[in-house]
């Protein structure tokens, strides 16, 4: 596949902005080329600053950071953009592939609501194409939305608000037969037995995959996210890109919680493990009709009157989604797995409706 074809004429022809760190390479002690603050930041004392260099405008490439992922997701640098949250990364696509007014996407409601969000922004056509009633892709009507304008497909696995992953040779039929990039957003990928998609970068050269610090890293307030895809295809994205898109202080943060991976995986583990405990409880209770299975750290709830159990829950300071108005979930609360106290506390309120 010829990226080159999928790209916007404008962005094909676009000179992206050259920073002062894009001009130089090696090493020095002396900058004078990008208008900075000599003196430091008044956050530190003189020697904090000289170490933390808040003063300077930070890699616009990130490459630090990106090395550190690549050591422990085993995708080249090269392959790797980093951005603002997965939320930068799914309007890159948009701006960069995306003809407005004339182009379409395709989404599969019930799913993560800033695809068609991003589509309005950019004005693009979202064609919605529902789950079926197990929330698993309905091939041939995916098949039959398709057309020479549809540039993007968007496949949520593990789902949200669903939490069930998608079955994975259904992904790769659309991935081997479309002509167009599938983008496969893993935010919940460490909760779930499903093996995630980055391996399969070099087979697939028009697939990107999303993942993101804010879900099993506990970073949502750095608002870093992360794609996954062809060289070509990170070219777009960086070319594109705002010069400094990631902070230094959330590449530091974010460096600094990489050498933590053990702390993670330990919480996965527990997450995981009351997520099925929490599953069980919640199947006892009267007021609960369904639980359904979940591969992501939150499960979906079919109870009898969903909008009157989230308003008492509210009224006691719990706070769950009631997303029982989205496509094929009537009746259903999201309720994200807390811990241990936090799951209890929602269980005995639950327990009093």
């Known amino acids: 596949m010829d990226i080159n074809k999928l790209q916007r004429e404008n ?27 000599s003196y430091g930041s008044p956050l530190f004392n003189e020697e904090d600053a000289a170490q933390q260099n808040y003063n300077r405008y930070p890699d616009p490439l990130q490459l630090d950071l990106k090395d550190a992922i690549s050591k422990i997701k085993g995708v080249p640098i090269e392959n790797t953009f980093l951005g603002n949250g997965s939320d930068e990364a799914i309007d890159l696509l948009y701006r960069a592939f995306c003809e407005p007014g004339r182009d379409n996407v395709i989404i599969l409601p019930p799913t993560y609501g800033m695809y068609e969000v991003s ?14 009633p197990n929330f698993q892709l309905d091939l041939e009507g995916i098949a039959e939305a398709i057309d020479v304008n549809t540039k993007l497909i968007f496949i949520c696995s593990p789902n949200n608000p669903t939490g069930n992953s998608i079955i994975r040779t259904d992904i790769e039929t659309i991935l081997a037969n479309f002509n167009g990039l599938v983008v496969i957003d893993e935010a919940y990928i460490n909760y779930a037995k499903q ?22 890293w506990g970073l949502a307030a750095l608002r870093l996210g992360m794609a996954f895809a062809s060289r070509s295809v990170i070219d777009v994205f960086n070319k594109v890109k705002p010069p400094y898109n990631i902070n230094q202080a959330t590449q530091d943060i974010a460096l600094k919680a990489l050498q933590n991976i053990e702390q993670v995986n330990e919480w996965i583990k527990i997450t995981v493990a009351d997520r099925e405990q929490l599953s069980k409880d919640l199947a006892e209770l009267e007021i609960v009709k369904k639980v359904y299975p979940s591969d992501a750290n939150f499960v979906l709830v079919e109870v009898i009157d969903a909008k009157a159990t989230y308003d008492v829950l509210v009224d006691q300071g719990i706070i769950i989604r009631d997303r029982s108005k989205v496509t094929l979930c009537e009746g259903c609360l999201r309720i994200t ?6 799951n209890e506390i929602l269980l005995n309120a639950l327990k009093k409706i």
């Open 11 to 37: 962005i094909k022809n676009l000179k992206p902005y050259s920073t002062a760190r894009d001009e130089y390479k090696g090493q020095a002690s002396v900058f004078l080329d990008a208008n900075e603050n």
């Open 119 to 132: 589509a309005g922004i950019n004005n693009v056509e979202t064609r919605k194409v529902n789950l079926l």
């Open 195 to 216: 093996k995630t998609f980055i391996q399969e970068l070099t087979e697939y050269p028009n697939l990107v995959v999303l993942q993101t610090f804010s879900k099993a």
């Open 337 to 342: 797995i807390g811990t241990g106290k936090e």
